[in-house]
């Protein structure tokens, strides 16, 4: 059972920087590793996503060559660095696990760990 510990965020102002990280224990295998989030009032989106390999990685528009998907040399851990913060991006994130891409994009699972608050200011 794969257990999933989100932590780093907080509040920034606008332009602003953040290093979210997400703990992974239990057992796991070859996977990709996926950033979501949830804004107030709206549904669980998809963000980004790394292979294990890290040879891969994938990013909503909204957020390429702002946010940064990596994950460590054990693979116990994933990390999404965020630049340029918006205030769009305020919201509630969250990491999983999938075998596939196509299905982290539906950000369609049971289980989710508590997620971490990012709060960006104007």
């Known amino acids: 059972q794969v257990q999933l510990v989100e932590s780093g965020g907080g509040l920034v102002e606008a332009g602003g920087s953040l290093r979210l990280s997400c703990e992974i224990s239990?057992?796991?295998?070859?996977?990709?590793i996926g950033w979501f989030r949830r804004a107030p009032g709206k549904e669980r989106e998809f963000v980004a996503a790394?292979?294990?390999?890290?040879?891969?990685?994938y990013y909503i528009d909204s957020v390429k060559d702002r946010f940064t998907v990596a994950r460590s040399d054990n693979m116990n851990t994933a990390y999404l660095q965020m630049t340029n913060l918006k205030p769009e991006d305020t919201a509630v994130y969250y990491c999983?696990?999938?075998?596939?891409?196509?299905?982290?994009?539906?950000?369609?699972?049971?289980?989710w760990g508590p997620g971490t608050q990012v709060t960006v200011s104007s």
């Open positions: 999983n696990l999938d075998q596939r891409l196509s299905a982290l994009k539906t950000a369609d699972y049971d289980y």
């Open positions: 239990g057992r796991t295998s070859k996977y990709f």
């Open positions: 790394i292979h294990w390999s890290s040879t891969y990685s």
